[in-house]
């Protein structure tokens, strides 16, 4: 490090400690002992005037928060967080209440060591931006699928380098569409690739095996945070995140019980527990009081947008044929009490787009084994299986006369545009929307896969050609992320996919229906 490098973050170091009462000398006599923040900052959860700012320390502390409306900290406010102990793996949380609508927060966070108070660590600095409440452009990125298939953190590649592409687009926030991790998936240190070269991987204990104890599931979420081009975006970027399969592994259900030798834990229930519990406290979620477990949520980003997060992993029934003639428990993808909810916030929400987060895509066909189904789609024809109820949702949409909703996925590997049309569809009674799959953000490249006829879905694009070899790493190029732009002034929505260096391969925008 610079001499002058030091100098500053030191400065920065001794500010924090003044401002936590103590003085400068305590971090000079001190310095080993200082808590450490190794996975950076994160910020999620944001509305008009709240958000989450999440961190770890590596020690038992404290976290402190300053933030401000400058990115010099002029006349900062101070928040004393919780304690980073080990029940949290050290991990903590803010809620910031109070904040101004429609403005640019910085923040900087502190852990103050519990063991000494003079003791306070280094500070690291992020921002987010609040929503307005006027109309003005509003900007987010989506994907999802990240250290799967044993791809992992190479940093001869530059790491997990589509973090850095999705930064430079400067969106929003950035919506996970879920497979933060892939607890199933070991990283072992080097995998021969097809010319003959080495993909090389950092490697952690906890990532060598398939996780089943709490800190293997969060030893997974801590790898990821070991990137550098991941840390950044975090900073500056907040997050949505949803779940998906692989959180806990792949193609899961409730109530299963494992046939697997790679698991000595059988028990679903079990695992998917303490995955839930891992993702919670690794993602800058905002905890809901009644019911501190729950994943679907909705926010609004003003007079041009609502998101709507779906979990279409914590209520469904089991894998199976999916040719079930009428809605049942064993039918459930959504679930219920999940359904009632999204049919009520469509009612009331009065931005002119309603974006449906969806953790799957809805008509391709993705199996689990032979004969059993694990999304949606079930194969051509009318609909049967989980299929009722997605035809429930969108039958609802369309008898309500709810305009301009669109989905956004990830979970197959690959990026594609969808335009779902009843005029080419078996179920016919519902209005045409479109659905847009990205991902992998660091993963195996599969695909593409095959559309189901049922909902009419018409492939626009997909980024993969034909005939392409399953699993390809992320040093072929095939990774893709997804770009929303909602125009201040016409309300148009333009969506585009991209590729690893950020370059775009495809481009639609949409007019509101008014």
Known sequence: MKRRTFLSHAGQASSALLLSGSTAPAFIR????????PCGVQSGDVTANRAIVWSRADRPSRMIVEYATTESFTNPQRIVGTAAIEPSDFTARVDLNDLPAGQRIFYRVS???LSDHRVVSEPVTGSFATPGNARRDVSFVWGGDVVGQGWGINPEFGGMKIYEAMRRVQPDFFLHSGDTIYADNPVVAEVKLDDGTLWKNLTTPEKSKVAETLDEFRGAHRYNLMDEN???????VPMLAQWDDHEVRNNWFPSQILDD????????????????RAFMDYTPLRFDVNDPERVYRAYNYGPLLDVLMLDERSYRGVNSPNDQTTMSDATAFLGTAQMNWIKQRLLNSKAVWKVMASDMPLGLIIRDGRENFEAVANGNGAALGRELEIAELLRFIKQRKIKNVVWFTADVHYCAAHYYDPAKARFTDFTPFWEFVAGPLNAGTFGPGALDDTFGPQLKFTGIPTGMKPNR???DGLQ????????GKTAAMAVSLHDLTGKQLYRVELPPQK
């Open 111 to 113: 852990f103050q060591s």
């Open 261 to 276: 030798p790679k698991y000595t834990e059988k028990s679903i229930d079990l695992l998917a527990a303490r995955g839930r």
């Open 30 to 37: 001190s310095i080993a002992q200082r808590p450490q923040l």
């Open 230 to 236: 991941f840390r950044r975006f975090n900073a500056e």
């Open 480 to 487: 893709f992320f997804g770009a929303v732009k909602i125009d």
């Open 473 to 475: 790493s992320p040093k």
